[in-house]
């Protein structure tokens, strides 16, 4: 076994999943020859595409799209080359449009694009060790201008505060409807952004007051579960493989990636942290960070935590890690998780 499918089993466990499904309606007028694919694509390999035609039809020409965007075409009844570099990770939908007589055919493929990445395993040394409230449900953690923020999750316990991260103790808290189960929180141009989890809806604050300015509904049908942002942009997960950009003018979800650790998807991600131009992310009900490419959705490392838990008393294992926020100023990550009794100061290194 390949070392990057020993450290995805870490995060999660694997279904390898072929490409040979078509989309259902594909009409027996043409097809796209699969008879040489392989079970996955890498964005390095590149495509050749060959159009059977049973019933030999005079083909004029043929134009060939990817997930419905034309990429070139040939005439005549040629194979075609595509490169698969700019193509996300995750599933692809082939189509060759087939002209011929003065008629068009269809003929569709779907494939899976894989990544060709070795995930490194990666090393923690504990900074230090602080106490942590053991009722909080922990859903995000995230540094603000020097200060330690947690939001919650539970439908009639949940909310966003502040903390002092030395002590434990409340600078202030401000608590979510009974109706909302509270998740992933992040800051962006002074404001304070949550979501919620089943109930669609997010929360835009004011940073410095926390008065709670706009509510607004998510414009897919996803779950919310962790959040945070770079310059531009804030991101989310919804407990599958996807990890969403959202515009923070409009809270509307523009692009996506799907995370992958060699060929196989890593599910439920969850709390997330930009840190080093990387994600770092909490993987739901494992021990285990994965630090990911955020352009390709590639797992690059992977950070076994398990001993963290091991070192508590009185946490469970459904008592699961979860919580990441990098301090700038020290230059170092604070983990903790659902109803932990500490959280951690780490570094990280290879």
């Known amino acids: 076994m390949k070392k990057y499918n020993f450290l995805a089993v870490i995060l999660l466990g694997i279904t390898l999943i072929g490409c040979r499904e078509t989309k259902k309606g594909e009409n027996s007028l043409f097809t796209i020859d699969d008879s040489a694919f392989p079970a996955h694509f890498t964005q390095k390999?590149?495509?050749t595409i060959g159009i059977l035609n049973p019933n030999?039809?005079?083909?004029?020409?043929?134009?060939?799209?990817?997930?419905?965007l034309r990429v070139g075409s040939t005439?005549?009844?040629?194979?075609?080359?595509?490169?698969?570099?700019?193509q996300k990770l995750g599933y692809q939908y082939l189509k060759a449009k087939v002209?011929?007589?003065?008629?068009?055919?269809?003929?569709?493929?779907?494939?899976?694009?894989?990544?060709?990445?070795?995930?490194k395993a990666l090393k923690y040394k504990i900074v230090n060790t602080f106490p942590h409230d053991q009722k909080a449900f922990t859903e995000g953690l995230e540094f603000y201008n020097g200060r330690l923020f947690e939001s919650t999750g539970?439908?009639?316990?949940?909310?966003?505060?502040?903390i002092d991260y030395k002590t434990g103790k409340i600078i202030k808290q401000v608590d979510l409807p009974q109706e909302y189960f509270g998740e992933g929180i992040t800051f962006f141009n002074g404001k304070i952004y949550q979501l919620s989890w089943q109930e669609k809806t997010g929360f835009i604050y004011d940073a410095n007051t926390f008065k709670l300015e706009k509510t607004f509904k998510y414009d897919k049908e996803i779950e919310g579960w962790g959040m945070t942002h770079?310059?531009?942009?804030?991101?989310?997960?919804d407990g599958t493989e996807k990890i969403w950009k959202m515009d923070p003018a409009t809270q509307k979800l523009i692009d996506y990636i799907n995370v992958y650790s060699g060929s196989s998807k890593i599910k439920a991600i969850n709390e997330l942290e930009l840190i080093n131009g990387k994600f770092y992310a909490n993987v739901f009900q494992k021990d285990a960070i994965a630090v990911i490419d955020p352009n390709s959705g590639a797992v690059e490392g992977i950070l076994n935590l398990s001993d963290l838990r091991k070192s508590?008393?009185?946490?469970t294992t459904e008592d699961v890690l979860n919580g990441i926020a990098y301090n700038p100023a020290t230059k170092t990550i604070f983990v903790t998780g659902k109803n932990w009794t500490k959280m951690f100061e780490i570094t990280v290194s290879e």
Request: charged residues 35%; proline residues 3%; aromatic residues 12%.
């Open 75 to 86: 005439k005549g009844a040629k194979d075609f080359r595509i490169e698969l570099i700019d």
């Open 230 to 237: 770079d310059d531009k942009y804030i991101y989310h997960s």
């Open 154 to 162: 539970q439908k009639g316990d949940s909310y966003f505060r502040e």
């Open 99 to 119: 002209y011929f007589g003065g008629d068009s055919s269809d003929a569709t493929k779907r494939i899976e694009v894989v990544s060709d990445v070795e995930p």
């Open 45 to 47: 390999e590149p495509l």
């Open 56 to 68: 030999s039809k005079e083909i004029d020409s043929v134009a060939y799209f990817i997930n419905d």
């Open 312 to 315: 508590m008393t009185g946490v």
